[in-house]
């Protein structure tokens, strides 16, 4: 039945959440802020770094229009922060490798579809050697617009000429959710990763698996 497996990267495949609060909070001492705790950043995590900066310099989930920073330069700061740890304390959440092979073993087509600019996924992909195992990566500078966005979502099936009726995308967020349902596919959720500090139930989704395998499972089901 399924073809194609879409994954979302940051809180589905890798757990990037304590360099991303190195960075920020290095630019909120940078900026004469105090840190704050990592749990909370990583609550703001999930519809760009655009976003992920515009929160961590409002300590806040919505932040007001107006920051006490330029977001460009404070973007900026932020980058340049994210490039020295990238990668530093990143771990494979478990099941990963195992499902991703398995899925490959199946006969499915594998993308990346993430939020994360180019330039941090690439590398990431690389170092924890995960890169090999997809042949698409959708990065949040890849498109016009990013999740909850369907066309990440829409170019990575183009890429694999994955009809979207076949395809599945398994992420940890709303963002996740929102983009599979507008695009047309399937969308699985992990329990374990970033969405924005909200219960992972209450998503529109076709199921919640507690891992990459489980998510192996769930589509031979339906294949058989």
């Known amino acids: 039945m399924f073809e194609a497996a879409l994954f979302d990267l940051d809180g589905t495949l890798l757990d990037t959440a304590p360099d991303l609060a190195l960075a920020a909070n290095a630019m909120r001492v940078e900026y004469g802020m105090p840190p704050l705790r990592e749990d909370v950043i990583t609550t703001f995590v999930g519809k760009g ?3 992920l900066v515009r929160r961590v310099l409002a300590g806040s989930l919505e932040p007001e229009e107006q920051l006490a920073h330029p977001i460009e330069e404070a973007l900026a700061v932020f980058k340049r922060h994210y490039h ?6 990143v771990r494979i959440f478990d ?6 092979q398995a899925m490959r073993a199946d006969g499915l ?3 990346v579809v993430t939020n994360k600019p180019t330039e941090f996924t690439l590398p990431l992909l690389a170092q924890t050697g995960l890169g090999g195992l ?3 990566i959708v990065c949040g500078d890849t498109c016009a617009h990013k999740k909850p966005h369907p066309e990440p979502v829409l170019h990575a099936c183009r890429q694999l000429n994955a009809d979207l009726a076949r395809a599945v995308v398994i992420g940890d967020s709303v963002n996740d959710a929102l983009a599979a349902r507008a695009a047309g596919t399937a969308v699985l959720i ?6 924005e500090g909200r219960d992972v139930r209450t998503l529109d989704a076709d199921g919640i698996v507690p891992d990459v395998m489980a998510a192996v499972a769930w589509m031979r089901e339906r294949a058989s």
Do not use: A, C, K, Q
């Not at 020295?84 to 304390?89: A, C, F, P, S």
């Not at 099941?95 to 991703?100: A, N, W």
């Open 109 to 111: 087509s594998l993308g």
């Open 134 to 136: 997809f042949e698409t």
């Open 84 to 89: 020295i740890v990238n990668g530093d304390r």
């Open 190 to 195: 992990v329990p374990y990763g970033y969405n």
């Open 49 to 51: 770094m655009e976003n």
């Open 95 to 100: 099941g990963v490798l195992e499902g991703l």
